[in-house]
């Protein structure tokens, strides 16, 4: 199975759903009209940024807006969408929800963002969530994880021992830890031997500075694509049978000692 994937590396207006839904919806046009484009992917709280404090006023609730959005865009354009991630109200709080929408407009998956980023107050204004990122795509297993996911290994291999082949990672990630955002996805594709498709966000709110720099990795832990810090489109073909034969080069799953751990 081999797919084109495009990572929509956009700004984010502040807390201003409206100019984003429209950006958005700009962006994919241009990644899938007139191109082989099978799975886009885009950054964490694309609706909203960072605007925590309003939330509750600004929030998607239940995601129906987000969800109606992917799944008209998905059948239009017949491509899988990873859709970021959105405040998400809910009953009982307001969750960081990746979205999961296939090409026939059906939602697939949701993942509430497990770890939450106190340096950034998610903790004060969001709620943990409680389930995997695994889904499947065109019978593939994959995963979705939401940026300070990736800083812990043993939430990743949860997955990519299940079978996961591809991490989908969608951040918003400040400019100042860059060097740590490169290193830590390129360890996470190494060590599970996985392809990383990690869509970070361009541009600056009221108190940070953000990176940019989305990446493609392959599961030899090369980077087979990589955006500058501005706003753009960057898609590279990834082919699922060198996962296979990466794992069986180096059969690190079937060598685990898990009970030691």
Same mark, same amino acid.
């Given at each position: 199975?081999?797919?084109?994937?495009?990572?929509?590396?956009?700004?984010?207006?502040?807390?201003?759903?409206?100019?984003?839904?429209?950006?958005?919806?700009?962006?994919?046009?241009?990644?899938?009209?007139?191109?082989?484009? *099978?799975?886009?992917? =885009?950054?964490? &709280?694309?609706?909203?940024?960072?605007? +925590?404090?309003?939330? @509750?006023?600004? !929030?998607?609730?239940?995601?129906?807006?987000?969800?109606?959005?992917?799944?008209?865009?998905?059948k239009t354009y017949?491509?899988?969408?990873?859709?970021?991630?959105?405040?998400?109200?809910?009953?009982?709080?307001?969750?960081?929800?990746?979205?999961?929408?296939?090409?026939?407009?059906?939602?697939?998956?949701?993942? *509430?963002?497990?770890? =939450?980023?106190? &340096?950034?107050?998610?903790?004060?204004? +969001?709620?943990?969530? @409680?389930?995997? !990122?695994?889904?499947?795509?065109?019978?593939?297993?994959?995963?979705?994880?939401?940026?300070?996911?990736?800083?812990?290994?043993?939430?990743?291999?949860?997955?990519?021992?299940?079978?996961?082949?591809?991490?989908?990672?969608?951040?918003?990630?400040?400019?100042?830890?860059?060097?740590?955002?490169?290193?830590?996805?390129?360890?996470?594709?190494?060590?599970?031997?996985?392809?990383?498709?990690?869509?970070?966000?361009?541009? @600056?709110?009221?108190?940070?500075?953000?990176?940019?720099?989305?990446?493609?990795?392959?599961?030899?832990?090369?980077?087979?694509?990589?955006a500058g810090e501005?706003?753009?489109?960057?898609?590279?073909?990834?082919?699922?049978?060198?996962?296979?034969?990466?794992?069986?080069?180096?059969?690190?799953f079937t060598d685990?000692?898990?009970?030691?751990?």
């Open positions: 199975m081999s797919w084109n994937v495009s990572i929509i590396q956009m700004d984010i207006v502040f807390g201003d759903p409206e100019q984003n839904f429209l950006a958005a919806e700009n962006w994919i046009k241009a990644a899938c009209e007139g191109k082989e484009t *099978d799975i886009v992917i =885009l950054p964490e &709280l694309w609706t909203t940024g960072y605007d +925590l404090t309003r939330l @509750s006023e600004i !929030g998607d609730s239940h995601a129906q807006k987000a969800i109606s959005f992917f799944q008209k865009l998905a017949q491509v899988h969408i990873i859709g970021g991630s959105v405040a998400n109200k809910k009953d009982d709080g307001i969750y960081n929800t990746l979205l999961v929408i296939n090409k026939e407009g059906q939602l697939v998956h949701t993942y *509430d963002k497990l770890h =939450l980023f106190q &340096l950034m107050d998610e903790h004060l204004y +969001l709620k943990s969530g @409680s389930t995997t !990122g695994l889904f499947t795509l065109d019978d593939e297993i994959l995963a979705g994880m939401i940026c300070y996911d990736i800083r812990f290994p043993e939430w990743v291999r949860t997955h990519t021992s299940k079978g996961a082949k591809v991490l989908f990672v969608s951040a918003e990630w400040p400019l100042a830890r860059l060097v740590h955002w490169k290193a830590l996805l390129i360890a996470r594709a190494i060590e599970n031997q996985c392809y990383i498709v990690a869509c970070n966000r361009s541009g @600056s709110d009221p108190k940070n500075e953000f990176a940019g720099h989305s990446l493609i990795i392959d599961p030899w832990g090369e980077v087979i694509g990589e501005k706003q753009e489109i960057l898609t590279r073909t990834i082919d699922l049978a060198k996962v296979t034969e990466v794992r069986e080069m180096i059969p690190i685990r000692k898990p009970e030691f751990y």
